[in-house]
T-cell receptor
Framework: DAGVIQSPRHEVTEMGQEVTLRCKPI?????LFWYRQTMMRGLELLIY????????DSGMPEDRFSAKMPNASFSTLKIQPSEPRDSAVYFC????????????FGPGTRLLVL | AQTVTQSQPEMSVQEAETVTLSCTYD???????LFWYKQPPSRQMILVIR??????QNATENRFSVNFQKAAKSFSLKISDSQLGDAAMYFC???????????FGAGTRLTVKP
């Protein structure tokens, strides 16, 4: 099993630009999560999907952030426009209901907004 | 609200020795899950061990074991025969049963001295 796949692994962009982060969950998993990790705030859940449907987006910082899951094997997290305070590591995780719903994390995308 | 507290920002252990990382949590629920994740310098979040609250027996995974004290809301991780590869950030996490919102502690940075 390839595990959760995220791309890109590193992203450097300028303030105001659009950033799109991508995630492919583990095959067969029906829940997908987006987290953000910063030194100041630690790991925060941004949004999660169950069977491709957004269930809880209360962690999404503001309207500049949006996430989609068009099918069971792909999700995107978009930031538009990006700001320096968005600089963080963004993790995608997936789980399967029935396996005690353990979440398996991808390698993360390190985002730097200049 | 559920919160997870890791009171040790940093810990150090000699190679081959045993170290215990502390974690406490706050909840009014009776059914939930607890996790320890390891984050090495690569930033990958790796599941170390998982405990179901309804199980009285402490979970064990090779050199890793937990001391789960439900009444005290304590969930410590014991690493036996520490190895250099165990050096990482360790995060304790809580998730309520039938709820995908997982809460993480601030983490403990473990250093292993040769």
């Amino acid at each position: 099993d390839a595990g959760v796949i995220q791309s890109p692994r590193h992203e450097v962009t300028e303030m105001g630009q659009e950033v799109t982060l991508r995630c492919k969950p583990i095959s067969g998993h029906n829940s997908l999560f987006w987290y953000r990790q910063t030194m100041m705030r630690g790991l925060e859940l941004l949004i999660y999907f169950n069977n491709n449907v957004p269930i809880d987006d209360s962690g999404m910082p503001e309207d500049r952030f949006s996430a989609k899951m068009p099918n069971a094997s792909f999700s995107t997290l978009k930031i538009q426009p990006s700001e320096p305070r968005d600089s963080a590591v963004y993790f995608c995780a997936s789980s399967f209901s029935g396996n005690q719903e353990t979440q398996y994390f991808g390698p993360g995308t390190r985002l730097l907004v200049l | 609200a559920q919160t997870v507290t890791q009171s040790q920002p940093e810990m150090s252990v000699q190679e081959a020795e045993t170290v215990t990382l502390s974690c406490t949590y706050d909840t009014s629920e009776s059914d939930y899950y607890l996790f320890w994740y390891k984050q090495p310098p690569s930033r990958q979040m790796i599941l170390v061990i998982r405990q179901e609250a309804y199980k009285q027996q402490n979970a064990t995974e090779n050199r890793f074991s937990v001391n789960f004290q439900k009444a005290a809301k304590s969930f410590s991780l014991k690493i036996s025969d520490s190895q250099l590869g165990d050096a990482a950030m360790y995060f304790c996490a809580y998730r309520k049963h039938n709820n995908n919102d997982m809460r993480f502690g601030a983490g403990t940075r473990l250093t292993v001295k040769p």
